[in-house]
């Protein structure tokens, strides 16, 4: 609900997978520890303040193919410094997507656990590669 975590000592909130489809004013506001925020597919409003103030805030990974129109007061005060991570084929609307555009750094969101280890969005000879040396020289 509206500020339900404000001010917690949370460092990372991942909503996948769940069937989440709002997240509330102030919700997650002056989370000043929060660094990583993963929200699903599913969501469909992000209210203002939701993470307004969470100043250690540098990745939103963000699984919803069509930017939600929001409102600036959302990451108030973090886009500057964080990276939005969304689906491949969306990486260029969100770059135009009024709001979403003011992120330091819009990419792809790849998931490593999925087999993808160097980020190069193909699962491939050189995952294999990279998780053998990591093994090897672990």
């Known amino acids: 609900g509206s500020k339900a975590f404000e001010a917690t000592v949370l460092e990372k909130v991942d909503f996948q997978p769940t069937a989440l489809s709002m997240i509330e004013t102030d919700a997650f506001k002056n989370c000043e520890k929060l660094m990583t925020v993963c929200l699903p597919y599913t969501l469909n409003t992000l209210e203002n303040g939701a993470f307004s103030g969470c100043s250690a805030l540098d ?80």
Do not use: Q
């Open 59 to 138: 990745s939103v990974a963000c699984a919803v193919t069509t930017p939600l129109s929001i409102k600036a007061g959302v990451f108030t005060a973090i886009m500057r410094n964080a990276k939005l991570y969304v689906p491949h084929v969306s990486v260029n609307i969100y770059k135009a997507a009024p709001i979403w555009e003011n992120f330091s750094g819009i990419g792809p969101w790849v998931k490593k656990e999925m087999g993808n280890v160097n980020n190069d969005e193909a699962i491939n000879v050189s995952d294999v590669s990279s998780l053998i040396n990591h093994i090897l020289c672990s």
